[in-house]
């Protein structure tokens, strides 16, 4: 056996030149270490000791970290770095390759900056055991169509720098051409226009809120803290900015107090700025925003997609003047959702806002490489069809995003990214890899119009279904048999098979002409040729999409007891039998569902929209009718002579009647009803929101209430 080959060493002073041309060009790279991890680890500590750089993480193992600047932070933290920049990124692929984090943190990089990815042979992605794979139940699959994806985008760019530490070759470094006038990090004319339209919103008329737009690294953070000053400096009092996280507005405060000037402010509490008379910007997240509701002449909300649409629209009207501001390609890929769906809020409650988009980039320059290339690699640009036709021919066909084109496949995740409000790069991956996965695509004049994804679930065997039902197991990739056996008290629905709706999407173009529909009944007798038991959906609950999924013919069969943390609604199953088996237990399930309904409300759901409490109140309407007694006790009530909190029982009987929910939905005071019988607020909790001037007012507008439903309904 021969002696033991050495290996390779850094040549340092060629690193250095590359990180100074590229910081020269601002430009950033993705340093592709492929091979051995331990080989790539100790290159690692012979090179960056040796470059010159700050702010750096490391995503592997701490007691492997490579240099002891680099910060380990594991990659499920990634959003906490949001608005923050780093010069290197670290990212141990060996340990997992959460999509969505490695696209937040590619996106922390300013110019001059690496991405460093310690990966197994692009040749042997496609069966990589990635360990993240265990958190989303396709651990077990044989082959990963996205990470081969992923492996032929890199393979195909020239502008990364791939190496092996093992061999004995050393990576061929990019030989960059130096520039006239080096890159300098700047104001944009974007970003001053947009410093501009946030100031005139901040100073003009109320009731016009401003929406900003922009890709990562075009400045919108460092904008809304500029502006925000100069408010401040011209005199307004208190600016509030909120966001996901105090992390996410580090770098508006950084522009904040540059603006400033040493001098120019003091440090308040955390999380405030204060200016030497008295003026303020402060940070609330969205939660104690809206609890303290403070009296700030502009609120600043920052990578409002992030946040749930309900709490935004409460933002919208608890405020007069308000910038949103946004990224719309995103590491969560949800911008376009947000611009989109938010904007039907917009025009319905403040039709004169306005819009501005921040394009050219600042923090690297326009020949940047590294951008683009995450793009094509997790789909952030993805667009649906600009133009479908309006007629031709409607044909809805079997599709496997695994198969299909690069153009084909950016199409059909743009339709997913316009529809839902979060749809992440994690979402992608489920979509190609998920072996128990089935999608259709429906085309107009052979031009992409509609995508179903769904997946096959449950199918567990009576001694699994048993202990999922007693809460002893979990089971990834079965969300509703987990829900009906665990939640709703139905083991036998684990044993049943189901086809579960994870997505549906139709171009804008096409909407409100019944082509979800047909979607969903192609999935529908998909599902009975099967042999399955019933299609469903969850999703996050909103009037609009349970009136759809009704008219396609699926019935309520659980609210979800939390809101959700994307979207800020509870999520909301449903289910279509396809089955004998199906008939048999569907119908138990929602009786079950009615006896309980009226009891939890008051428990779980106290702070749901009324409208949704009447629609999923008439979903499960029992069509009983009310007694002799019960009919003397409510004209007693109506007439003054019996007290509210005795005819408690016999109001929420009423509330379950099959019409009476519609009735009572088109009352002047249908919310006081909702919010005092069906959900059980106190009064001092009805004054409070404005619904009663107190107990004796709001018994007198119940009582007539009552008065109206016994002269209006005779089935009452």
């Given at each position: 056996m021969g002696p033991a080959t050495a290996k390779p060493a850094p040549d340092i002073d060629a690193w250095r030149r590359l990180q100074q041309q590229l910081a020269a060009r601002g430009e950033r790279r993705l340093v592709f270490l492929e091979g051995d991890r331990a080989c790539a680890i100790d290159w690692l500590r012979q090179l960056?000791?040796?470059?010159?750089?700050?702010?750096?993480?490391?995503?592997?193992?701490?007691?492997?970290?490579?240099?002891?600047?680099?910060?380990?932070?594991?990659?499920?933290?990634?959003?906490?770095?949001?608005?923050?920049e780093l010069d290197v990124v670290v990212w141990d692929g060996w340990q997992g390759n959460s999509p969505d984090s490695l696209a937040a943190l590619a996106g922390t990089l300013k110019a001059g900056g690496l991405l460093i990815w310690l990966m197994p042979p692009l040749d042997q992605w496609s069966t990589f055991d990635d360990p993240d794979y265990i958190r989303t139940g396709l651990d077990g699959?044989?082959?990963?169509?996205?990470?081969?994806?992923?492996?032929?985008?890199?393979?195909?760019?020239?502008?990364?720098i791939r190496f092996n530490p093992a061999e004995d070759a050393a990576p061929a470094l990019p030989q960059l051409d130096g520039l006239r006038q080096p890159f300098e990090v700047g104001q944009t004319r974007d970003q001053q226009q947009a410093i501009g339209a946030i100031i005139h919103t901040g100073q003009g008329r109320r009731r016009r809120p401003l929406v900003l737009t922009a890709d990562r690294g075009r400045g919108k953070s460092a904008a809304l803290g500029i502006a925000a000053v100069r408010l401040l400096q011209q005199g307004r009092r208190h600016v509030?900015?909120?966001?996901?996280?105090?992390?996410?507005?580090?770098?508006?405060?950084?522009?904040?107090?540059?603006?400033?000037?040493?001098?120019?402010?003091?440090?308040?509490?955390?999380?405030?700025?204060?200016?030497?008379?008295?003026?303020?910007?402060?940070?609330?997240?969205?939660?104690?925003?809206?609890?303290?509701a403070p009296e700030a002449e502009l609120i600043l909300v920052d990578e409002a997609a992030a946040l749930p649409a309900e709490r935004l629209a409460r933002i919208l009207t608890g405020w007069p003047r308000v910038v949103f501001a946004s990224t719309v390609h995103g590491y969560e890929g949800s911008g376009r959702g947000f611009a989109i769906r938010f904007r039907q809020v917009l025009d319905t409650r403040t039709p004169q806002w306005?819009?501005?988009?921040?394009?050219?980039?600042?923090?690297?320059?326009?020949?940047?490489?590294?951008?683009?290339?995450?793009?094509?690699?997790?789909?952030?640009?993805?667009?649906?069809?600009?133009?479908?036709p309006g007629d031709g021919e409607t044909r809805i066909e079997p599709w496997v995003p695994a198969r299909a084109s690069e153009q084909e496949l950016a199409e059909a995740f743009g339709l997913l990214?316009?529809?839902?409000?979060?749809?992440?790069?994690a979402d992608l991956r489920q979509w190609l890899d998920d072996p128990q996965a089935v999608s259709w695509r429906l085309t107009v004049g052979g031009r992409l119009a509609g995508v179903l994804w769904a997946r096959q679930e449950g199918g567990l065997s009576p001694e699994l279904a048993d202990r999922v039902m007693r809460g002893q197991r979990r089971v990834r990739g079965h969300l509703l048999a987990q829900s009906l056996a665990n939640h709703s008290g139905f083991p036998e629905a684990a044993c049943c098979q189901w086809l579960r709706v994870v997505r549906i999407a139709v171009s804008e173009q096409c909407r409100l002409r019944g082509l979800g529909t047909q979607l969903v009944e192609t999935a529908c007798a998909h599902a009975k040729s099967q042999g399955y038991d019933g299609l469903g959906t969850s999703f996050g609950g909103s009037a609009d999409l349970i009136r759809f999924w009704q008219s396609a013919g699926l019935a309520l069969i659980r609210p979800g007891m939390t809101r959700e943390a994307s979207t800020g609604e509870y999520p909301i199953q449903m289910l279509r039998s396809t089955s004998a088996r199906g008939d048999d237990l569907l119908p138990r399930i929602r009786r079950r569902l009615a006896e309980h309904w009226l009891t939890l409300v008051p428990l779980y759901?106290?702070?749901?929209?009324?409208?949704?409490?009447?629609?999923?109140?008439?979903?499960?309407?029992?069509?009983?009718?009310?007694?002799?007694?019960?009919?003397?006790?409510?004209?007693?009530?109506?007439?003054?002579?019996?007290?509210?909190?005795?005819?408690?029982?016999?109001?929420?009987?009423?509330?379950?009647?099959?019409?009476?929910?519609?009735?009572?939905?088109?009352?002047?005071?249908?919310?006081?009803?909702?919010?005092?019988?069906?959900?059980?607020?106190?009064?001092?909790?009805?004054?409070?929101a404005g619904l009663c001037r107190g107990q004796k007012d709001g018994e007198h507008r119940l009582r007539q209430l009552t008065g109206e439903l016994l002269q209006h309904s005779r089935n009452l």
């Open positions: 960056l000791p040796a470059l010159s750089w700050q702010g750096g993480i490391w995503t592997g193992r701490p007691e492997v970290v490579p240099d002891d600047r680099l910060l380990p932070v594991p990659p499920r933290k990634a959003r906490q770095w949001l608005g923050r699959a044989d082959h990963h169509p996205f990470a081969a994806r992923l492996s032929a985008v890199i393979a195909a760019s020239p502008a990364v509030v900015v909120t966001a996901p996280g105090i992390e996410t507005v580090a770098t508006l405060f950084h522009h904040a107090r540059l603006t400033a000037g040493e001098g120019g402010y003091e440090e308040g509490l955390a999380g405030e700025l204060v200016l030497p008379d008295g003026a303020r910007l402060s940070y609330l997240s969205p939660d104690q925003l809206l609890a303290q306005r819009g501005a988009t921040l394009k050219a980039p600042i923090r690297w320059s326009a020949t940047d490489p590294l951008e683009p290339l995450i793009s094509r690699m997790f789909l952030l640009h993805a667009d649906a069809p600009d133009q479908v990214v316009n529809a839902h409000y979060r749809t992440t790069p759901w106290r702070d749901m929209e009324p409208e949704l409490v009447y629609l999923l109140t008439a979903e499960l309407a029992t069509g009983q009718t009310l007694n002799d007694e019960d009919r003397r006790d409510l004209e007693s009530f109506a007439g003054g002579y019996r007290g509210f909190e005795l005819m408690v029982p016999v109001l929420r009987k009423v509330s379950l009647g099959r019409s009476l929910s519609r009735i009572l939905a088109s009352s002047d005071d249908a919310d006081l009803w909702c919010r005092r019988v069906i959900q059980g607020w106190s009064w001092p909790e009805l004054q409070h």
